[in-house]
């Protein structure tokens, strides 16, 4: 059996590998997308090129505009857009336009509607957007996905996944499975936003030490190049490092991948969710409060790989 189409069992979460089309004789759900800033606007696509009924919102028409050319209804309104979707899938900037939007939606929704919710948010906003549901009378899907522009381009996110209804699971399974190669299924809604700051905990300290290598690199006379060299093939290598590392050195920042201002989002919420669980995590303070200092000096709209020159500007 493929990778792609295994299933197994893993520390109490399922695990599945996607296809790109949904399964035969699996109905195809009409899917509304909120939401098409990059994220949103890549995941669109790959629901239309898996033969979904897509339909699309954003607060900035124009954005949405381009998802005409591949079949999409591009809609005035949240309601709009969600009237006669199975699917609601929402790809917005954080938990409060999150409710806002959906709650703007109202109107086009149903009883039979499924709510898939890809932001990243706190374990405890998760379960209030799962109240929310209930509220709005439509089923929940906690699904915030791994991965930046590049792999949501490609239909290679992993998505992390919960619902408390076994039907929702089974509507939205082709949704995700357009979007993404690596679908996990966890127990609880609260799961998946505590497994996706625990990684993004992960992708900043490794941006952040990317950042340092390199300045120490150079405030030593050392060519920072020869630091993702050495690093190449190496047991401590990763597609991350010799992403982010050109990037850094280039000052490649005006076509980000996942933008400063979204890492410091969630840099806030990685650490405001630890200190609630009586954590103080040291790295990851040190770096909300660098991705912080980099947007209030203008950096928010470029790429995170920016904390570099917060990095140099530490060491002068």
Known sequence: MSRRAARRAYGGATMSGANRTPSSGRRRPVVAVLGTGTMGKAMARNIAAAGLGLRAWNRNRAAAEPLADVGAAVCDTPAEACRGADVVLT???????????MDQARDGLDGHTVWAQTCTVSPDGGRRLAEQATRLNVAYVEAPVLGTKEPAV???????????????????QPVLEAVGTRIVWLDEVGQPSSLKLAYNAWVLTTVEGIAESLTLAGALGVDPRL???????????????QSKGPKMIDDDLDTPSFPLEAAAKDAGLITDTARAAGLHLGIAEVVRERLDRAADDGLGRA???????MSRQAAS
């Open 91 to 101: 790809a917005l900037a954080n938990e409060k336009v999150v409710a806002d939007v």
């Open 154 to 172: 490609a239909g290679t996110l992993t998505i992390l996944a919960a619902s408390p209804q076994k039907e929702a699971r089974e509507e939205v």
């Open 227 to 241: 630091v993702l060299d050495v690093i190449d093939g190496s047991g401590l290598d990763s597609q991350y490092v």
């Open 303 to 309: 790429d995170v790989a920016a904390t570099y020159r």
